[in-house]
């Protein structure tokens, strides 16, 4: 079991560039698939990117590629998702998640743990 709380969030204009941070707990953080997704109101989670246990593995949906970056530090047991030429449509609620599966997935269903979620807003 790990937990996993995130911050970094904020309200930004469109066009700039937001790091989120996410920090588990426990000594097994290395043993995780990493995720990041997001949710607005009346629509499902969706996936945003995801990171392999080692870091050498990254997978982003499409309408983030070449915008987002995830990372991980597993020496500070720690994921981030750096976000740069934010669109107004990347308003959301971003959530941490942990996977105990050795391999990347789109699907919220494979990720076991979740942060409490962290608010992106972006003006336009």
């Known amino acids: 079991q790990v937990q996993l709380v995130e911050s970094g969030g904020g309200l930004v204009q469109a066009g700039d560039s937001l790091r989120l941070s996410c920090a588990a707990s426990?000594?097994?953080?290395?043993?995780?698939?990493m995720g990041w997704f997001r949710q607005t109101p009346g629509k499902e989670r969706e996936f945003v990117a995801t990171?392999?246990?080692?870091?050498?593995?990254?997978s982003y949906v499409d309408s983030v590629k070449g915008r987002f970056t995830i990372s991980r530090d597993n020496a500070k047991n720690t994921v981030y998702l750096q976000m740069n030429s934010l669109k107004p449509e990347d308003t959301a609620v971003y959530y941490c998640?942990?996977?105990?599966?050795?391999?990347?997935?789109?699907?919220?269903?494979?990720?076991?743990?979740w942060g409490q979620g962290t608010q992106v807003t972006v003006s336009s």
């Open positions: 998640a942990a996977s105990a599966y050795d391999y990347l997935s789109t699907s919220r269903h494979a990720y076991a743990y």
């Open positions: 990171i392999s246990r080692s870091g050498s593995s990254t």
């Open positions: 426990g000594r097994t953080f290395s043993s995780y698939t």
